[in-house]
């Protein structure tokens, strides 16, 4: 379903924003999204935007403004320091920005002469060539800067926002609250597909740690929550779903593995609660979700990312064992510069997930290992090579990075700059002291050919990743 197109009754509630509890019918929030594209900057050609989104109606606006248009936008999120930002709008150089409650204006930006505020245009644009299919780019890799993106169409997004409402039979009835940020492929899977059903969104940017978030999840009678596996942990540590969440009927959970005992903890909560739980397995590569486990069958499957979401089918390769995707929902490509935005759709539907899995006698998934280098930080995905890079340039030193999702290790031949590189880290892409650790190495391994060897690292620092 085109859900950009907003095709739901005028008079349905489509949006509350709980910062100032200004409320949208789907009329109204049309009218606001003609209005928006009209006000974009636009070209000759086909031009791009940037959208540095919060959870909030000015941002849900604008998105489906650019869908609408025909022209692509890039999502980043609003919380990432300005740098990151900067480094990204510098790469792609795209003809507009748009960001909610962002003071700075961009080298090589002006504010429009329109009413719009938090609108800037380029002053000298370029014309490059964008694809025709392009809609939509996503970062793959967190808050690294990596200035790798994901490129989607608007085939992508309508099959995968209708295949999630498909099989967790969302309908108009439903309201979802913004657990996660919009500029997160997981986030945005959540507002797609209930816009797809017609349903009702309570936008904030709250943390779920918050008690303003569960006041407004309750005050509002909110139906459904989404978390990463670092949001669960913490969850069911302080205690906050066994006495709050009065009107949630439908938890998920996607953005890395959650470990078997909370996935346990949280079955045996919700058929206390009479909730559903469902636990999901995607990539932003796939638009956002690839698999999910029915709740009916979660007691027995405690462990398995589930069966592929409809449309869409699963398979183990025989030779290598990685877990391969087919799906209309899978992206063209990547892009890393902004002359690859030309580029049409270089996998053909088929997404090699990078994952290991194996599949048991029932056509369920079992991912078993990774054939890339990444870690899920708090449920965003993390390139360890880029971390490297990035550190080794500021350190002027050779760094290792590795280790396990929700635990970020380095490695390094100092002890003295330890303390440091920890510090550094944990600033730079904005983690907890708690997800980062620094361990020093008389010598870092190395392979025959001189490269890092990540698993004699690992086994000399007696981390497993298990």
């Known amino acids: 379903m085109e859900f950009w197109t907003l095709p739901h009754p005028d008079d349905a509630p489509a949006a509350v924003d709980l910062r100032g509890e200004q409320r949208l019918s789907y009329g109204d929030l049309r009218r606001k999204v003609d209005a928006l594209q009209e006000t974009l900057p636009c070209t ?68 429009t002469s329109t009413v719009m505020e938090g609108l800037q245009e380029r002053a000298e644009r370029q014309g490059v060539e ?26 992508n997004l309508a099959a995968n ?25 997981y986030g945005l899977s959540v507002v797609n597909s209930h816009l797809a059903a017609g349903a009702c969104l309570l936008l904030t940017d709250d943390s779920v740690l918050q008690r303003s978030f569960w006041d407004a999840l309750d005050g509002h009678r909110g139906t459904s929550f989404a978390g990463v596996p670092y949001t669960y942990q913490m969850l069911l540590q302080t205690g906050l779903l066994k006495t709050r969440g009065s009107g949630l009927r439908t938890l998920t959970q996607a953005g890395g593995r959650l470990d078997e005992r909370y996935i346990r903890q949280m079955y045996e909560l919700a058929q206390e609660r009479g909730w559903k739980f469902v636990v999901m397995y995607g990539q932003t590569e796939a638009t956002a979700r690839i698999s999910y486990v029915p709740f009916d069958e979660l007691g027995k499957k405690i462990g398995s990312v589930g069966v592929a979401i409809p449309d869409g089918s699963l398979r183990v390769d025989d030779v290598s064992g990685e877990l391969i995707y087919c799906g209309p929902n899978v992206m063209m490509g990547y892009a890393e510069c902004r002359d690859d935005l030309a580029k049409g759709d270089e996998l053909g539907g088929m997404l090699r997930t990078g994952d290991l899995a194996r599949r048991d006698e029932d056509g369920y998934f079992y991912i078993t290992g990774r054939t890339k280098r990444f870690l899920k930080m708090f449920g965003k995905r993390f390139n360890l090579d880029d971390v490297e890079m990035a550190m080794a340039s500021r350190c002027h030193s050779t760094i ?36 980062v ?12 050919n001189g490269k890092l060897d990540y698993q004699r690292l690992s086994q000399q620092t007696a981390v497993t990743g298990d």
């Open 437 to 448: 650790q620094v361990v020093a190495v008389q010598q870092l391994p190395r392979t025959s």
């Open 44 to 111: 000759n050609r086909k031009s791009l935007g940037a959208l540095i989104a919060r959870n909030s109606l000015e941002s849900l606006a604008i998105y489906l403004a650019a869908l609408r248009s025909g022209n692509p936008v890039i999502l980043l999120d609003a919380s990432w320091k300005p740098s990151v930002l900067a480094e990204l709008v510098g790469t792609y150089q795209p003809d507009w920005l748009f960001g909610d409650r962002i003071d700075a204006t961009f080298s090589g930006y002006r504010a």
């Open 400 to 435: 290792a990075c590795f280790g396990k999702d929700d635990l970020l290790l380095a490695a390094v031949e100092d002890p003295q700059i330890a303390p440091a590189v920890h510090a550094l880290i944990c600033e730079t892409f904005d983690l907890p002291r708690h997800a």
């Open 161 to 185: 926002g209708g295949s999630i409402a498909k099989y967790l039979k969302l309908t108009p009835g439903e309201r979802p609250i913004s657990s996660l940020p919009m500029s997160y492929s």
């Open 130 to 155: 964008i694809h025709p299919d392009l809609a939509l780019l996503l970062t793959t890799s967190g808050s690294t800067g990596s200035p790798k993106l994901v490129r989607l169409t608007l085939r």
